[in-house]
């Protein structure tokens, strides 16, 4: 009983803030409480169950060792990538079951930074019958923060969705010299 005579004796505002603190409480508890089931269920972080299920085989390049075992017809190949006027303009092939391409231009190596430069909404354009795909990298319509560096090497990197969760990627440096701004 003290607890309620204590909270009738409260002013209006310090009711709201002590329902809404009330509020926060509960919910933390009840995520943490979740988190612990979960925990006890096998499901965790890593993604492993208790029912065994198996990871999806990633690959960082088509030469993986790891996925070239289990998935041997499944690359994605960029074959070339270079300045053509303002446009950087890059060119792959692939084997598999491809689902989707979708490339990257990054600033000063492949692990480099991106850049605001490219107009994103511009995608990869695909050949289903000819294996090929080619991205071309435009400057956008809006604010560019970091133009373009004629000194500095872009890089492309690209990655392909396959049919059955593999996942691949390839870079390539982009050859010749970007425009100004």
Not at 82 to 94: I, P, S
Not at 131 to 139: A, G, L, N
Not at 146 to 157: F, G, I, S
Request: charged share 20%; net charge negative.
């Amino acid at each position: 009983m003290r607890l309620v005579d204590w909270y009738l004796g409260l002013a209006p505002g310090q009711k709201v803030v002590v329902g809404v603190a009330a509020f926060v409480l509960v919910l933390a508890l009840t995520y943490l409480a979740s988190i612990v089931i979960l925990l006890a269920a096998g499901v965790g972080p890593e993604g492993s169950s208790s029912q065994g299920d198996e990871p999806i085989p990633v690959s960082t390049t088509p030469s993986s060792s790891a996925s070239a075992s289990a998935f041997a017809d499944t690359t994605l190949e960029v074959e070339r990538a270079r300045w053509r006027g303002n446009v950087a303009v890059v060119e792959g092939t692939w084997r598999g079951d491809l689902s989707s391409v979708h490339c990257d231009l990054l600033e000063g190596s492949s692990a480099g930074q991106v850049t605001d430069w490219w107009d994103r909404s511009v995608a990869a354009r695909i050949s289903l019958s000819d294996r090929t795909f080619s991205q071309e990298f435009v400057r956008t319509g809006g604010d560019v923060k970091q133009p373009l560096d004629p000194k500095r090497e872009y890089w492309a990197t690209c990655w392909a969705q396959f049919a059955g969760g593999l996942a691949t990627g390839d870079e390539i440096q982009i050859k010749g010299t970007p425009p100004a701004g």
